[in-house]
């Protein structure tokens, strides 16, 4: 597909049949499902792929900053309740991210928010996708100044601008520059840990008996969901997943196995890495804390961490090399991810809005540039009211997306099981998603900021999960699925999916922009006459080719 194709309301054959394999990957298929002719990856290299992209230190921040807080069970119990959390309402998005190729804004759109309903998830992605990078980026700023002398401002901008290239081909760069990274990353990232396990075997008791900053690290259930809220601001990280599952190959008998496998591990199975680094973020901010003089204002950035593990196993300068270089590819890897991810989710949002498309480059500068204002206003400081508000926003879009598609989809059977995109099949909003998600959303944010009284709102993580999960069967039923299809079929006769229910591979001509498409991208077109694409209607401020309600 050209780049001249994804041009706002595409109204000249001649132009837009000027298609080039290099602006299809500039692009990366930004607006629509990713066709078969476009995924040429392996299960495995998809997989390593996705999960690069948590290579993040926010995890041993996040770790250390709730240990530090709440002590180290409460820290504990929390880290695991994010988990399980994670991995449950995780597991449905990646399958269907996987299975039909789908990123999270058009999984969203047919599981209960319509076509411009999903528009608002897009925006609380792209909000987590520009905290994330902030949170990375002073990391990594932090790094600079402690290895290069560098002041912090100047590493603000520094890691903003050097993403930038690196993002612009999407996934055809970005899956090289996950495998190449990895294995050095690894070993940079176990050493301190394994090191004080066998050197300082007594760290692991002083770990567990450690009681929080302020010495009220008693096990209590508010604090246990105070931390769990606290990591839940990273729920919203399958989301980036995703945008990586969407390229897995077709399903087929001879790959089942290393495809559920890869699914699986590089779906709600990232929660597992990261829930281990927050566990070792805490490990270690433990040990600076009952070894290290001073710790206590340096305890929770990674870097120092890290700087100070490896003093104890080498000479200084080396400790310090190290230490720089595992924070620069740290937050290489998952600034990438983040800064795609974020140029996609803003774009999306604002071509459906405005019917026009400016390019994925565009919204790719608008993310960092945010990321960098909230950088450079500091806001390493206020981690965990940040992240805690934001959690609640995050839990509600994705539980009630997984809500949506567990139990109404596969148990209920009142939602269509199979995801739908198209502007012209969906209503503008369907109140059962877009509606659980704003009540579950706003009270417990309200629950958040106490004004349902002090003691509901440690609980908020809870409020918003329950909500969110059973708030869309409710709705669905009290509206007998009315709004999930404008109409019962698309006007096609071509079967939508092959033999082995993957999206099928076969072209068809849209009559607006001249250019073949796979079929899960196309639709009859309003005016009785062919087929148009899901990017020309998109894109098309007439509404001339819409089918109309059937």
Not at 66 to 85: E, K, Q, R
Not at 174 to 194: A, E, R
Not at 417 to 442: H, I
Request: proline share 5%; hydrophobic share 50%; net charge neutral.
């Amino acid at each position: 597909m050209s780049q001249d194709v994804q041009q706002p309301a595409v109204t000249s054959p001649s132009k837009a049949g000027r298609s080039s394999k290099s602006a299809e990957t500039l692009e990366d298929y930004t607006l629509r499902f990713a066709p078969r002719s476009y995924r040429k990856w392996s299960t495995g290299v998809v997989a390593t792929s996705a999960l690069g992209g948590i290579a993040y230190l926010a995890d041993f921040a996040i770790g250390a900053n709730i240990g530090i807080s709440y002590g180290t069970v409460n820290a504990l119990w929390g880290i695991a309740v994010f988990a399980v959390v994670i991995f449950l309402s995780g597991f449905p998005l990646a399958y269907y991210a996987a299975r039909y190729n789908l990123d999270l804004d058009l999984i969203t759109r047919g599981s209960g928010f319509g076509y411009y309903g999903s528009v608002v998830t897009n925006v609380i992605f792209a909000t987590f996708t520009f905290i994330f990078f902030a949170l990375e980026g002073s990391i990594m700023a932090q790094g600079l100044e402690l290895g290069l002398g560098i002041p912090l401002w100047i590493g603000y901008a520094v890691s903003t601008v050097i993403i930038f290239p690196l993002v612009i081909y999407g996934m055809s760069v970005l899956s090289k520059l996950q495998l190449w990274t990895t294995p050095l990353w690894l070993v940079l990232m176990v050493l301190p840990f394994v090191y004080l396990l066998i050197s300082h075997p007594e760290s692991v008791s002083t770990f567990f008996a450690y009681q929080g900053e302020e010495g009220a690290g008693t096990p209590s259930l508010g604090s246990v969901m105070l931390a769990a809220g606290v990591c839940l601001s990273l729920i919203a990280q399958i989301a980036e997943q995703i945008d990586y599952l969407r390229f897995m190959p077709p399903k087929t008998p001879e790959n089942s196995r290393r495809w559920w496998t890869a699914t699986v591990l590089a779906g709600p199975g990232w929660v597992i890495f990261g829930a281990a680094k927050q566990v070792v973020g805490l490990f270690l901010a433990v040990y600076l804390l009952a070894n290290v003089t001073g710790a206590s204002g340096f305890a929770n950035e990674p870097v120092r961490q890290f700087l100070e593990i490896y003093t104890n196993i080498m000479p200084a300068w080396l400790a310090l090399t190290l230490a720089v270089i595992l924070v620069v590819i740290s937050q290489i890897k998952i600034n990438v991810t983040n800064a795609y991810s974020g140029s996609l989710a803003w774009t999306n949002s604002y071509t459906r809005v405005t019917k026009h498309y400016p390019g994925r480059l565009v919204f790719l500068g608008v993310n960092l540039a945010i990321a960098l204002i909230l950088m450079e206003a500091n806001m390493f400081d206020f981690l965990n009211t940040i992240l805690g508000f934001y959690a609640n926003c995050g839990m509600a879009w994705v539980v009630v997306v997984a809500s949506d598609i567990a139990i109404n989809k596969y148990l209920l059977g009142i939602s269509p099981k199979e995801p739908e995109f198209r502007r012209g099949m969906l209503y503008a909003v369907n109140p059962v998603g877009f509606g659980s998600m704003v009540l579950a959303a706003g009270v417990s944010i309200l629950a958040f900021f106490g004004v349902l009284g002090d003691t509901l709102a440690s609980y908020s993580p809870l409020v918003a999960i329950g909500l969110a999960l059973v708030l869309p069967p409710i709705l669905a039923v009290a509206t007998k699925g009315k709004y999930y299809l404008r109409r019962p079929d698309d006007g096609i006769d071509v079967p939508m999916h092959d033999e082995h229910g993957n999206p099928s591979g076969e072209t068809l001509p849209c009559q607006v922009c001249a250019q073949d498409f796979e079929r899960p991208d196309m639709t009859a077109s309003g005016t009785g006459e062919g087929y148009v694409c899901s990017l020309c209607l998109s894109t098309d401020r007439s509404g001339d080719h819409v089918l109309p309600a059937s």
